[in-house]
């Protein structure tokens, strides 16, 4: 199965700012990375597919990038509604679906 | 509007069994694959199990083969995941999920609120 690492674990950030979310998948998996956004006591909803493509509705400051093995995700001015987890999906070799660890991103 | 609602979560003693419901709306369920995702208490999210969409083809993680069985109901428009032995690990948040594609599971495009399942004595 294709293990996935993200980094760092948790970010503290304030409004306005930009960050950027790592994942790392232990082999080539092309472009086939999702992101996911979880807020506190809600199910995950899916941002982006296929390292780049932003899912309808979600707002163009979010943006990812990646192929290959190495992909970040990346929030511009960051609103306080962003503040929440974030997790990496490998598409390439399915089943297993393997998410990373998750991306705690808090307010500073 | 896509809407996943489960359902049948609840307190089981260990080796005991429960099954979960998902009732699906707002899409044409016969034509996607289904898969269940989990998340234990504080952790991140696990893979369970998925379905084909015309209910052919099921898989499993390694963590519960042999012990939960995936199905569907496409008149009914309805997922269900059939607990069996169940463990105190399998405590979890279960939810429903849809994916993008008919014949196999890829990615989750859509996710229900989710249902706790308890393994407690």
């Known amino acids: 199965d294709i293990q996935m690492a993200q980094s760092p674990s948790s970010l503290s950030a304030s409004v306005g700012d930009t960050v950027t979310i790592t994942c790392r998948a232990s082999q080539s998996i092309s472009s086939y990375l999702n992101w996911y956004q979880q807020k506190p006591g809600k199910a995950p909803k899916l941002l982006i597919y296929t390292a780049s493509s932003l899912q309808s509705g979600v707002p163009s400051r979010f943006s990812g990038s990646g192929s290959g093995t190495d992909f970040t995700l990346s929030i511009s001015s960051l609103q306080p509604e962003d503040f929440a987890t974030y997790y990496c999906?490998?598409?390439?070799?399915?089943?297993?679906?393997?998410f990373g660890q998750g991306t705690r991103l808090e307010i500073k | 509007e896509v809407q996943l609602l489960e359902s049948g979560g609840g307190l089981v003693q260990p080796g005991g069994s429960l099954r979960l419901s998902c009732a699906a709306s707002?899409?044409?369920?016969?034509?996607?694959?289904m898969s269940w995702v989990r998340q234990a208490p504080g952790k991140g999210l696990e893979w369970v199990s998925g379905?084909?969409?015309?209910?052919?083809?099921?898989y499993y993680a390694d963590s519960v083969k042999g012990r939960f069985t995936i199905s569907r109901d496409n008149s009914k428009n309805t997922l269900y995941m059939q607990m069996n032995s169940l463990r105190g690990e399998d405590t979890a948040v279960y939810y429903c999920?849809?994916?993008?594609?008919?014949?196999?599971?890829?990615?989750?495009?859509?996710w229900g609120q989710g249902t706790l399942v308890t393994v407690s004595s």
């Open positions: 999906q490998q598409s390439y070799s399915t089943p297993p679906l393997t």
């Open positions: 707002g899409f044409t369920f016969s034509s996607y694959a």
């Open positions: 379905i084909s969409g015309r209910g052919g083809n099921t």
């Open positions: 999920t849809k994916d993008i594609n008919s014949g196999y599971v890829r990615l989750c495009d859509y």
